[in-house]
């Protein structure tokens, strides 16, 4: 499963892999595809570069990449707590209440309320480019569009590709003009932030509009076969997300969430801006239900909604109470019904890709030899 790109990055099969689990990341590097790590979690650096560190001990010298969300415009003197204070009160209660009525628990004394969305910051996302480029990544991913002119600059004069998220032809425009090396075709069906385009149309759009430019595409692909018609749409590869927290390297810490995504059907999942403030698609649970009922006071815009929900995210993850527990994933969620190593799933995608290659040779009258 060899294209251009990825034999510009030296890897044997052109499936990049956005994971924000490191061992999962690892094994899809050691498996022959190329694994990125997302970085949005780590606002501390010596954190990642402990884990990066873990990376350059377990990829084998084979190539990774990280992912950042960064914004393309500088927000310049605001800090997180002049942003918490924007929050108002009566959104602040509708989280109290809504937890109340499911009888989530508080976290113990002392525990910190875990993950929380600052990543989208100026000063954040730098400080992890800071601890990123003293590592051989090969390519530095943005969720967040084009990332700031002087960035993609220090990352070419490092030798490293950059790529960014699209969700339309005039998006990917945009990224070909800000110097971007690779486009991400996003479909609507992926997990996270998305937009309203699906994947079939998306990408043949995307490859269209950047040519020469090389496109991954991105969105409701989990097997062999969709990874063969992204290909005959014209991208380079392909970016897969969500079917990567089923593998067994997966560090959910969640028994409960693990089995509600192994039984979820593909019109299990929701765009919704419950989590970030941005429409993200993630599994339906009465928590994404409370914020997108008409009664409720409505989803703040980002960050907002990713400070106010944060430590309410992390109650409910930590006591597993079923009914509000959910995660980003896309509608290949329905695929999704058992558990793997990473290098289990490659094999499966790399061995139904050549099913599709042979069944269409064959339409073809052609000989797959």
Do not use: C
């Not at 052109?14 to 094994?27: E, R, S």
């Not at 967040?144 to 600059?153: K, R």
């Not at 969500?242 to 979820?264: C, F, G, N, P, V």
Request: net charge negative; aromatic share 4%; hydrophobic share 45%.
């Amino acid at each position: 499963m060899k294209t251009e790109l990825s034999r510009t990055l030296g890897i044997e099969h052109a499936i990049f892999g956005f994971t924000p689990f490191p061992a999962v990341a690892a094994a899809l590097t050691r498996a022959g595809g190329f694994g990125v790590l997302g970085a949005v979690r780590y606002t501390a650096p010596d954190d990642l570069a402990r884990d990066l560190d873990w990376m350059q001990a377990h990829t084998d010298g084979l190539p990774y990449g990280l992912d950042v969300v960064m914004p393309a415009k500088k927000v310049e003197g605001v800090t997180e707590a002049e942003v918490e204070a924007m929050i108002p009160e009566e959104h602040r209660a509708f989280v109290r209440a809504t937890l109340a009525k499911h009888g989530v628990p508080e976290l113990a004394e002392g525990e910190a309320s875990g993950w929380r969305i600052t990543g989208w910051m100026e000063q954040v996302a730098r400080n992890q480019l800071d601890v990123a480029f003293d590592y051989p990544i090969k390519l530095l991913a943005n969720a967040l569009g084009s990332p700031p002119p002087d960035v993609v600059a220090r990352a070419h004069d490092h030798g490293v590709l950059v790529a960014a998220l699209a969700g339309s032809a005039r998006h990917a425009r945009h990224h070909a003009e800000a110097g971007i090396d690779v486009v991400v075709a996003q479909g609507y069906e992926a997990g996270g932030h998305t937009g309203e385009i699906a994947s079939m149309v998306l990408t043949p759009e995307v490859v269209d509009a950047v040519s020469p430019l090389p496109v991954l595409a991105a969105g409701g692909i989990g097997s062999g076969e969709q990874i063969a018609a992204g290909l005959a749409l014209g991208a380079q590869g392909v970016w897969l997300g969500s079917i990567w927290l089923t593998t067994t390297e997966a560090e959910l810490h969640s028994r409960a969430l693990t089995d509600k995504l192994l039984a979820a059907g593909s019109g299990d999942t929701v765009r919704s801006r419950a989590l970030t403030g941005k429409p993200a698609r993630q599994l339906r649970t009465e928590w994404t239900d409370a914020w997108d009922d008409p009664a409720g006071p409505g989803t703040l815009p980002m960050p907002l909604q990713g400070l106010l929900v944060a430590e309410a995210v992390s109650r409910i993850q930590r006591h597993e109470v079923e009914p509000l527990l959910g995660t980003p994933v896309g509608q290949i969620v329905g695929r999704m019904n058992s558990e793997h190593s990473v290098q289990q799933v490659v094999d499966e995608l790399t061995r139904g890709f050549e099913q599709a290659v042979d069944r269409i040779n064959r339409i073809a009258g052609r000989s797959s030899q």
